[in-house]
């Protein structure tokens, strides 16, 4: 089962996303496993770029960063992705939107 860590700054919309995860197959990883310690072995990180949260956990994995799914309430425009990201999705977005991202990371 593939491992995805969600890193967004609120509690609602991360739980959300967690049970998304859950419903697609994937096992969803809480950040607080990043707070100390090695980063937790992760397959995928569904980032929210707009702040220092989702940076600050990212950090964490140095060079050795998994792919990035950002998952924000600005429009790509903004900049805020993280170099490498693989997919950029706008909230709200889907649970479909999601699932296809991950689905064509995983199958690349």
């Known amino acids: 089962m593939k491992r995805v860590l969600v890193a967004d700054p609120d509690a609602d919309v991360r739980s959300l996303i967690q049970t998304t995860l859950r419903k697609l197959g994937y096992e969803p990883v809480c950040p607080s496993a990043c707070l100390s310690g ?20 990212l950090r964490r994995f140095g060079e ?32 479909d939107e999601l699932g296809e991202a991950l689905r064509d990371l995983f199958a690349a």
């Open 38 to 57: 090695p980063p937790p072995q992760v397959d995928a990180v569904v980032l929210e770029p707009s702040g220092p949260y989702g940076h600050a956990v």
């Open 64 to 95: 050795d960063a998994p792919p990035v799914i950002c998952f924000s309430i600005y429009p790509p425009e903004a900049g805020l992705a993280p170099s490498g990201s693989v997919a950029y999705l706008v909230k709200p977005s889907s649970c």
